[in-house]
């Protein structure tokens, strides 16, 4: 008795080839991507490290220029900045860092010395004798370096915080400050001019850091980054 049509089709799906595998293409996936995640990641460092200064404005024409290449994944980062309130969108449709009231500077600090605290409190127990080499460097960089450009000194600043901020094993912590350093990179232009033309010395709060690194004292080593924190603050909060 011959197959009715339906059993046919279930033993001729059960007979058939498997599928030919999909295969593969050595090249990185979703490049476009990849160069928006770049553009990005470039700008979020240069406002953390204070490269670009309170009041500047940037149109994504200038950005790409100075990239050197095309405007869509610049569109694409500073849209991503802008919806985490890290820049502002003007109506001629270029972005600007956003006006920093006192009351607004107040708030993100007290949350800096909270967050900032722990983590280098959690930083410091996990520190390696590496690491507090590169920490005792990037001070002496600071304070040994009269030539160097703000830029530089920032960067050397920034190099020792998150060192030990990343030293915690908290990849969350560090992530939420990061987010805080977006937000307050650009007055650390402001700190900095201000130390260069009265010539203040703030590495004294680096260098009670590293002594409690080396005494093995976390909550010391909490203590001295948030007097680095405070001291800052009160120096940018006067001139908002």
Known sequence: MPKSPLKLLKSQKRNAPPPP??????????????????????????????????????????????????????????????????????????????????????????????????????????????????LTRMTKLMETSPNASPADVLEWNREFHFGLYRASGMPVLVKMIESLWLQVGPLLNLQQQVFAAEKISVYVHHHRALEGLKKKKPAEVRAAIIGDIEDAAKIIGARL
């Open 21 to 134: 595998a999909e295969s593969g293409f050595d090249v990185p996936k979703l490049a476009r991507s990849t160069l928006n995640e770049e553009v990005y990641e470039e700008l979020k460092q240069a406002l953390i490290s204070g490269k670009i200064a309170p009041g500047s404005t940037m149109t994504i024409r200038s950005l790409a220029q100075s990239f050197g290449i095309s405007i869509m994944p610049v569109r694409e980062a500073l849209r991503r900045l802008v919806a985490e309130h890290v820049l502002v969108l003007l109506p001629n449709r270029s972005v600007a860092l956003p006006l920093f009231t006192p009351e607004r500077f107040h708030e993100i600090t007290r949350i800096r010395t909270s967050l900032e605290g722990l983590a280098a409190e959690e930083g410091a127990r996990h520190v390696t004798p590496e690491l507090f080499d590169r």
